[in-house]
């Protein structure tokens, strides 16, 4: 959505000069608009500020366990490991394992969920550890 919103806009200021300008801008905003709608049937959601969130929340489990669960408001994860064990994660309601996972994070390591994933994150330690985990909304 970003480069042609910037395309169709860049083009819009260019357009000068009576009746022409008018229809011009007309078709570029009709352009514009047409673009905007099929993003949302796509499921995109524009850009939003983030105004609050929950957290930071631990996760602490060496079994199968929902670190966040799924939510349309939500905007961003995200997930630091500051224990010793490695935390693996997953993005959607398969069970995640230490072979079977999105990511896998280490000690000291920082994770944010791609921005606009609203599903569920599921994840397991290896081996002890705590994961901070903040959901931005």
Aim: hydrophobic share 35%.
């Amino acid at each position: 959505m970003g480069w042609q919103t910037r395309r169709i806009l860049d083009t819009v200021g260019t357009a000068t000069g009576g009746t022409q300008s008018i229809n011009y801008n007309l078709e570029a905003i009709e352009a514009l608009m047409i673009t905007l709608q099929a993003d949302v049937a796509d499921g995109l959601r524009p850009p939003n500020a983030t105004t609050g969130g929950t957290g930071p929340t631990t996760f602490t489990s060496t079994s199968y366990g929902t670190i966040a669960t799924s939510s349309t408001g939500r905007l961003g994860c995200t997930l630091f490991n500051e224990g010793a064990g490695r935390l693996h994660a997953t993005l959607g309601t398969s069970t995640t394992s230490t072979t079977l996972y999105t990511v896998s994070i280490g000690s000291g390591e920082y994770y944010e969920v791609p921005m606009n994933y609203t599903g569920l994150i599921g994840g397991i330690f290896a081996t002890a550890g705590t994961a901070r985990v903040t959901v931005l909304s």
